[in-house]
């Protein structure tokens, strides 16, 4: 199936959807969220705070990944790898081959940091996914 462009569909009362508190809300209740759905697909897109960020965010983030590990690699006279800029680019031509990476429909923050993790760890089965999630 080729990727929606998704396209937010004007607001309606139906969009309205219970917090994680599970109640239902109307105009005044601030335990709702009005979220839009795509016109086309019909997904609701996350606007959260815990909505997807962009693939950007994530090469600064792999950018600080690399300092630290690179001072550790000249630390322990190379026992920790060096992290290479091959890495970092396979890494980030890995999200950014990725057409769902960005999709504020399908991916919320967490899902997100799942799949960069698992995309570093790809390239750098040494790291810990502990030790990544920190820079997140
Ligand atoms: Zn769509």
Redesign the pocket.
Known sequence: MAR????DAPLSDSDWHPKKDGKKGTDKDSVAQRRPH??????VRNISSNAAKGTGFYTNVLSEIRERVNVQSKRTGGVVAKFTTSQMRLIVKELEEDEEFEDK?IHDKLAQQERFIEAVRKYRPDLRPEFIREFL
């Open positions: 929606c462009e998704h396209c795509c016109v086309k697909c019909g997904m429909y």
